[in-house]
């Protein structure tokens, strides 16, 4: 994912062939998790805007981690 709709993600797990080295963001591609850990100020947009972001990239999992209320979903 690139581009200016691109989000930052917190935390993200990627497919590459074995022994590849990826050493820039674009040779990164579509992430197959993203994991965003909230904060009050980002709660909003981490759960409307990045998560309809990433569908429309094609992310196959994307887990919302709350801290202060203990809680993990999947959107």
Do not use: C, H, N
């Not at 590849?20 to 197959?32: D, F, M």
């Not at 981490?46 to 992310?59: P, S, T």
């Not at 887990?63 to 209320?69: G, K, N, R, T």
């Amino acid at each position: 994912m690139k581009g200016k709709l691109a989000p930052e993600r917190g935390l993200f797990v990627v497919r590459k062939q074995p022994g590849q080295i990826l050493k820039q963001w674009s040779e990164v591609g579509v992430p197959v998790l993203a994991i965003e850990f909230l904060s009050p100020s980002t709660a909003a947009r981490d759960r409307g805007a990045k998560r309809r972001i990433y569908q429309g990239a094609g992310v196959a999992e994307y887990w919302i981690v709350d801290l202060f209320a203990r809680v993990l979903g999947t959107a």
